[in-house]
């Protein structure tokens, strides 16, 4: 038992090493894990996968129920298209503005953030300033009012319902960075004759890094939402492109005769969600050193 | 019979890493009205001490042994027991004054609950008598200040408040882990005495838990001297002091000493704390000891008297040294 | 207290002029005018048409009328219904969505926050993580998913409750439930984790020092501090809700005003859609007011020293 005496040193365990046993602790958030790339992998490999093209109509086979025999195992909608495929590339469209939006409001936000917490003074409360005002418009509204506007342009999509959730990463990274302006490392790099832009990159955002990855995770399954909300109004991808949310609004129009129609891409949805939502959870509870025992 | 009987108490807590003894078979007695000082280094184990005799620890700690306080078994107590105790009989005031009080509620009502609670006094009396303890600590305009909210109190004035729910109903015991180490040194020393003269003006023992020798030489009757998780060494201050028998205590001592006078180098003691995860063999201390022997690393020591002198209280000391006689 | 309201609400009024201006620009901008739907119409009257909409002036001036109006409360008339003025329709169909959108936020609260409360309090138990799964489930499914089922449930199988309309008290069950349920789940989150926060803190542990009960200290020490979070929420949450209600509106076809927006919005009624947008804005501004109010009421470090 005591293999070690009082003088040998244990090994020490960086913070993310520790953090990423907690995860793997974390059993919900390792299957989402696990959960999420197996969506992933069945998204991406879709066409090579599905025996039958997405776009393909077959009006002899309306809407016939799923058969692993038929060859069409999530069924096909009315126009006989397979559902399968079409879960499948609607979920590439879904992962794709969810990740790309989530990129443009991270970019948007840490620099943002990141620059204001640093500079601080006037400049900080300029930048606040404008955030906070930012944060009282109702964003969603402005969003149909743009795809109404100017036409349901994919990149537009991106951008539009990137530039809603970039405030609050903003916010939180302004936040990280304020706390890490006054920390001793920072202060010794600036005595050792650092440049700004060298301490933001170097310094401060491999900091903000854990705070970051978890905002991300987090954020993206919000953003899946918001495009598939504006699906669902009609108002997302165009045809032939399509979504979960598209499928989802055709799906629950034939609720009762075609429930298949509406099961699998809402299955696959929130399936996603829950993944994402679950392991962002799980990221943000294991980089939060906090124990928990506290005699409760 | 003492106030406070403490028998091979024992506290330590499963984890990943295997069970971890922060207290390893401690025993000790404090009389009515007397106090005591517990002093150590960080992870010593004088916190947890505190805490198990108040039957605060985290859920998952394990105690064994025997705490009696006026001959009631604490350990296993139920908690509506010890909840009745808390407050009343037993009292402790913590470290950080800063955090320790509701920032959404008046002073006065926190005061006042303890009152309501074991005295059953009315919302009125509780606030009246409130007032008066607040003055009897030295907060000033106590009728006025009594509320206002903590956020609008200094560190020290935090701490009197403190001390004034704390000694509220004159409880037997009152335990204060570390009272001054987040104060100002000027406003330390009024504390301390603030302290030592509420609890000699209402009859309550005092345990005073510090790291620092010094604050607690000029305070406590007794001493105690704590090193992972066991007692080196314990008796009146003035002994220990004097007639430091325990190598660690003398080290201690020197250090002191260097602090407040000498020319030459800070002496320190080598080494660090030990892992609480895999503990020395033997006597704690053995590997920084500079008097170690052979054994020292394979036999515990127990805590032995150091020579008796009438009428003085045991001196007692847990070394394999022999006592130069 | 007067003067903070007061700066408060002087720092709204960039934000409104904001939303008004971005609303009105952004239409403006947008290729294709109101009546391009319209078929067969000859040229001189739609030009007529147009004029009398004030749409040959140049944008500047457009604008500035358009700001009189509004702050006059007049949003125009309705480019699609004809016959009606935008402020009619608001007036019509606000008091709908308002009893929807106060009933879901009140069901969010209080569902939100027992459930949170519970689960924090039997932190790491089954019944921890079943409530919180739950409440992972109101955030992961979308609204427009769990309607349709809600309401083939309740409605068609089991016909408890009406599947759409707005008639009876029965109406407002479903959607108000559907719309509150991931605001629910996102309180019953927040207030898990605010009060396992306040469990480890100090003052809890002199309060459990004081005598004070498990529960006791909970109750009177706890619940305060745990629920000024959720406070702070309140303001994005009415404005998830009346995002949320557009969809929920046009579920249940509800005769509320986000389902005038949608309409709006594909039929081009621009000056509806405007009147909308900025309504709405003005609204998340005033709940934001009153939440910060209310928050600095309540905490005791942001009054006045006394």
Partial sequence: MNKHGANDTVGGRSLWQNAGERLRRNKAAMFSLWLLLFFVVLVVAGPWLAQHDYTQTNLSLGSTAPSLAGGHWFGTDALGRDVLARTLAGGRISLLVGLVATLVSLLIGVFWGAVAGYCGGRVDALMMRFVDTLYAMPFMFFVILLMVVFGRNILLIFVAIGAINWLDMARIVRGQTIGLRHREFIQAATLMGAGTLTIIVRHVIPNLLGVVVVYVTLTIPQVMLVESFLSYLGLGVQEPFTSWGALVNQGALEMETAPWLLVFPALFLAGTLFCFNFIGDGLRDALDAKSDEDGW | ?325 | MLTFTLKRLLSAIPTLFLVVAATFFLIRIAPGGPFDSERNLPPDIRANIERSYHLDEPLLQQFGRYLKGVVRGDFGPSYYYRDRDVSELIAESFPVSFTLGMTALLLALLGGVTAGVFAALRRNSFSDHAVMSLAMSGISIPNFVLAPLLVLLFAVHLQWLPAGGWRGLGSVVLPAFTLALPQAAYIARLTRASLLDILGSDFLRTARAKGLSRSQAVWRHAMKPTLMPVISYLGPATAALLTGSVVIEQIFQIPGLGRYFVTGALNRDYTLVMGVVIFYGALIIVMNLLVDLLYAWLDPRSRRRQ
Avoid at chain 2, 123 to 142: F, H, N, V, W, Y
Avoid at chain 2, 153 to 180: K, N, V
């Fill in chain 2, 1 to 325: 019979m003492s106030l406070l009987e403490v028998s091979h108490l024992k506290v330590s807590y499963p984890t990943r890493d295997g069970v971890i003894d922060v207290v390893r078979d401690l025993s000790f007695e404090l009389d009515e009205a007397d106090s005591l000082g517990i002093a150590g280094e960080s992870g010593s184990g004088k916190s947890q001490t505190a805490l198990a005799i108040m039957g605060l620890l985290a859920a998952n700690a394990r105690v064994s042994g025997s705490i009696r306080l006026d001959g009631l078994e604490l350990i296993g107590e139920s908690e509506r027991g010890l909840d009745r105790l808390r407050g009343k009989s037993l009292a402790m005031v913590f470290q950080d004054p800063m955090s320790a009080l509701n920032p959404y509620m008046t002073v006065g009502r926190q005061i006042g609950e303890v009152l309501e609670l074991h005295q059953g006094m009315s919302a009125d009396e509780a606030a009246k008598r409130s007032c008066e303890l607040l003055q009897m600590t030295g907060i000033d305009e106590p009728g006025r200040r009594s509320k206002a909210y903590p956020h609008q109190f200094s560190g020290g004035q935090r701490q009197r408040i403190l001390i004034a729910m704390a000694l509220a109903c004159g409880p037997r015991l009152l335990i204060a882990d570390e009272p001054t180490t987040a104060l100002d040194v000027t406003v330390q020393k009024k504390i301390l005495e603030l302290l030592r003269s509420r609890c000699r003006e209402t009859g309550t023992a005092l345990i005073l838990i510090s790291h620092d020798l010094a604050v607690l030489s000029g305070m406590c009757r007794n001493l105690m001297i704590m090193y992972g998780g066991m007692e080196m060494e314990r008796g009146p201050s003035q002994r220990v002091l004097l007639h430091a028998t325990h190598p660690y205590t003398a080290a201690l001592l020197r250090t002191l000493e260097d602090l407040h006078g000498g020319t030459g180098p800070l002496s320190v003691i080598p080494g660090e704390p030990p892992d609480l995860r895999n503990p020395p063999g033997g006597c704690p201390f053995n590997p920084r000891c500079s008097e170690v022997l052979t054994h020292c690393n394979k036999e515990i020591p127990r805590p032995r008297p150091v020579r008796r002198i009438e009428g003085t209280q045991s001196h007692w000391v847990a070394c394999h040294l022999e006592p130069e006689e």
